[in-house]
């Protein structure tokens, strides 16, 4: 690998190799490390959902959306917060990525129409056909190979090189490695206990179920340079992961009319939540917990690749009555059917629901039912250092960190301050790309301009 880079890239997740292609089409001599044996991180373990607000596919399938519509959509999930200003660059932003990725990298992704998921008040998420995150990560990487981009898998970056206050490369195994710009797209630091302990404490006992190379390493390294961080209390997590499979259980199931219960059969909250903000409350009531649906939501489910996955693993316990599909999973019987009489009463509009549901989609439920055993967990941290809507890294003290950038998981993200109430669906992703292909387009902007 030349050690005369004009830009290295530290991670090769959906931020990394975003940031390794926009800095190499714009003229740029490119190499990305990572630590883990194998890229993706935790973009490959998403579904790949990318918010893309006023895109020309969805002004061909008649959706009437814009950056600012996105905004306010984006507000009044997660408040304003210390990267508010992100909020609006990405918004205005992420539907000509998406563009940029369908149509001029050819990445295999298409306009969902079939659901919104939470946060998003109009059809806006743009996916691959399967739904699985490792699809675009594999077109990431095909494009990265077609322009013969070094990727070093295997290579963890040990620490930044840092010559007379300036970002200078960076340390991999004892050797120095020399850049003229540095992009951190680390992810984030959900897989340090202590680190999550101490920033997210509510879902510090909770299972992770991200990628194991989010060890807060930009953090760190930011920290040492001075960087400002924001939204640290922020997090995604995901209320139900089938368990023994250890596959998301698709949201979908939920929101098209499913529930949550306990051991007890009784449900603990309302689900309209989501499925990143109603992990707490699964894990404040148990272990545990079991979705319920029926038939109907099971086959629009099953048009996903990964709940088809799950179901032929033997994840979905079938049953003609509530209080018989209690008996079979280990629930209440009683409970189980004293909820699914409320619920389809709420649902059959004879009265509110209990925990102030509106959204019923396709309930009242109906036989067979269906149940899906399921346990909450931690998937992303939406903390880290601050960045300008340039990808720059922030000094606390004012000012930026020359030469570096940062994007992803290793940036401060746009679901609020604290918690996991504030994470819209493709939060994630939505930040790790476009911050990576601005940072690899303001870098080489940046080495152009110099004397």
Known sequence: MSDTLDVLVIGAGACGLAGAIAAHDAGGNVAVLEGRDRPGGNSALSTGSIPGAGSKYQRAAGIDDSPERMVDDLISVAGHHDADELTWMIASECGPLCEWLIDDLGARMELITAYRHIGHSVERLHAPRSRRGQDLVDDLLRFVAERDIPIAVGNKADSLLVENNQ???????????????????????????????????????????????????????????????????AYQGYAAVAYPQGQLLSWTTLEKGGVLVSETGLRFGNEDLGYSGFASHVMKQGAFAWAIYDARIHKVAEAEEEYAEMSAMGAVTWAEAPAELGEAVGVDPAGLEETVARYNAAASGEGPDAFGRTAFAMAPLKPPFAAVKVKPGLFHTQGGLMVDTSARVRKASGGVVPNLFAGGGAAVGISGRDGALGYASGNGLITALVLGRKAGIVAMDEIKAEP
């Open 167 to 233: 970002v200078a490369g960076a340390i991999v195994g004892g050797e120095t490695i020399r850049a003229r710009k540095v992009l951190l797209a680390t992810n984030g630091f959900a897989a340090d206990p202590a680190m999550v302990a101490e920033y997210c404490p509510e879902i510090a006992r909770a299972e992770y179920f991200g990628a194991p190379g989010s060890t807060g390493d930009a953090v760190r390294w930011g920290q040492a340079l001075g960087a400002a961080l924001g939204n640290m209390g």
